[in-house]
C-alpha cells in the first residue's frame, strides 16, 4: 500500500506497456519508495534502476523502500551491473539504507538476498515480508 503522504515521481513500464516500477517520494524520512510489478528480468530491473537512479538528482532521498511482493522471475544477471555500476552512484548520490519487501516467490527471493548481501557492505540493508517493520527499520537508519 502507498501511503497518503507520497508523491509520485516516476513510472516505468515493461516492454509490452505494463506496469514494471512506480517510485514514490516520502518526504518523512527521505525515503524512495519503488513499487514493482510482474515477472522480471534483469534487463527490466537494470533499465527501471537506471531511470530511477537518475531520480537523485532532483529528489533529496537517503533511503530506498523496495517492495517486490508483487514480482516473481529470476533477474539475477542484473547483479554483477546492480554491484558495479548501479551501488557507487548509489552510494555518492547519498543512499543510506534499503530496506526490501520479498516477493513470495522463491526464486526471487534467492536473488533479492544474493543483491542485498552484495550491498551491505557498503550501506544499511534489511529484508522484510511486510511494510510497517521495513519503515520502522527505516526510520532508524
Same mark, same amino acid.
Given at each position: 500500500?502507498? *501511503?497518503?503522504? @507520497? /508523491?509520485?515521481? %516516476? =513510472?516505468? @513500464? ?6 514494471? =516500477?512506480?517510485?514514490?517520494? %516520502? ?13 522480471? $528480468?534483469? +534487463?527490466?530491473?537494470? #533499465?527501471?534502476? !537506471? ?10 532521498? @537517503? #533511503?530506498?523502500?523496495?517492495?517486490? #511482493?508483487? /514480482? ?5 544477471? *542484473?547483479?554483477?551491473? %546492480?554491484?558495479? +555500476? ?5 552510494? *555518492? !548520490? !547519498?543512499?543510506?539504507?534499503? =530496506?526490501?519487501?520479498? &516477493?513470495?516467490?522463491?526464486? &526471487?527471493?534467492?536473488? &533479492? ?11 544499511? $540493508? ?5 511494510? +510497517?517493520? =521495513? #519503515?520502522?527499520? %527505516?526510520?532508524?537508519?
Amino acid at each position: 500500500m502507498v *501511503a497518503i503522504d @507520497t /508523491t509520485p515521481v %516516476l =513510472a516505468v @513500464t515493461d516492454r509490452y506497456g505494463a506496469p514494471l =516500477a512506480e517510485f514514490y517520494y %516520502l518526504p518523512e524520512g527521505s525515503v524512495l519508495y519503488i513499487r514493482w510489478h510482474g515477472n522480471l $528480468t534483469a +534487463e527490466e530491473v537494470v #533499465r527501471a534502476v !537506471g531511470e530511477g537512479t537518475q531520480l537523485l538528482a532532483t529528489w533529496p532521498f @537517503t #533511503r530506498v523502500l523496495n517492495d517486490k #511482493r508483487e /514480482t516473481s522471475g529470476d533477474w539475477s544477471d *542484473a547483479l554483477p551491473w %546492480l554491484e558495479y +555500476e548501479w551501488l557507487p552512484l548509489a552510494v *555518492a !548520490g !547519498g543512499i543510506q539504507a534499503v =530496506a526490501y519487501l520479498l &516477493s513470495p516467490d522463491l526464486e &526471487s527471493q534467492v536473488v &533479492s538476498q544474493e543483491f542485498m548481501d552484495s550491498i551491505g557492505r557498503q550501506m544499511h $540493508t534489511a529484508l522484510f515480508l511486510h511494510e +510497517e517493520p =521495513a #519503515r520502522l527499520w %527505516l526510520a532508524q537508519h
